[in-house]
Every structure is written in C-alpha cells, then in structure tokens.
C-alpha cells in the first residue's frame, strides 16, 4: 500500500527518466490521469494511454528525449504538498517555476491545473508538485 501515491507517481518517473527508459507505467487515478494531461498539454511526455484493465488499472507514459542528444524534456519533479504538510496558496501568492519556464500543478476546486491557468481563472488551491 502506497501512502502517497502522488508522491509514488512523480518517483516512477523520475526514476525512468534517469535510467533512459522509452516508456513508464503507473498506476491509475483520477488526478494522476489529470496531471498525465497536463505534462502531455505541455510537451513534458509524447503521449500516454490509459488501460481499463482490472482494478488498479495503469496509465502507459511515453517519455520525450531530444532527437539528437538524448536529454530528456523533464529536468526535475519535485513533491510540494506532502500528506504530513499540506501546502496551500491563494491566488495571489501562486508559485512561479524558474520564472515561468517550469509548471506547478494546483489541485483546485475546478479541478487540476496549472499555476498560470489558476493565475488567470484567479484561484487558488494545493500545490503538489513543480516541474521543469
């Protein structure tokens, strides 16, 4: 049993991404699957594809590389809101990841996000995690 399985998401894919891995499977939710959308709406993965296959399920990550040299698209996942300490902010103090190169993904009351769409629907809500 996994007591952060956000936490358990962002570590297999840094994982693969270390060790050069084409492709990372994960186990299924709702808002892993919604963070899937984000890092795919962003250019961080080339695709992904979710399997209904018996109870957890997983969700299939196909990682980016650069053509040429390798070096993948994701520098670095790094968990903010953890299950011991709760990070929370308003719409005023949204986070900003290497001066907006980077995302942070919000889970809010209209859903998950990014920090510049929250920026613009003006909402706030739990940070959990930055990536670059």
């Known amino acids: 049993m996994v007591t952060d399985p956000i936490a358990d998401y962002l570590t297999r894919v840094r994982n693969a991404v270390m060790a050069n891995h084409r492709v990372v499977e994960v186990p299924k939710s709702k808002i892993k699957v919604e963070m899937t959308k984000i890092l795919h709406e962003k250019g961080y993965i080339t695709n992904y594809k979710v399997e209904d296959t018996p109870i957890p399920g997983m969700i299939k990550i196909a990682l980016k590389y ?12 790094i968990r903010i809101s953890k299950p011991g300490l709760r990070k929370y902010v308003d719409s005023d103090h949204l986070p900003k990841v290497l001066n907006g190169l980077g995302i942070a993904i919000l889970s809010t009351s209209q859903g998950v996000m990014t920090d510049k769409e929250a920026r613009v629907k003006k909402i706030g809500g739990e940070v959990l995690c930055f990536i670059s």
């Open 66 to 77: 650069h053509p040429v040299t390798k070096i993948s698209a994701i520098n670095s996942l």
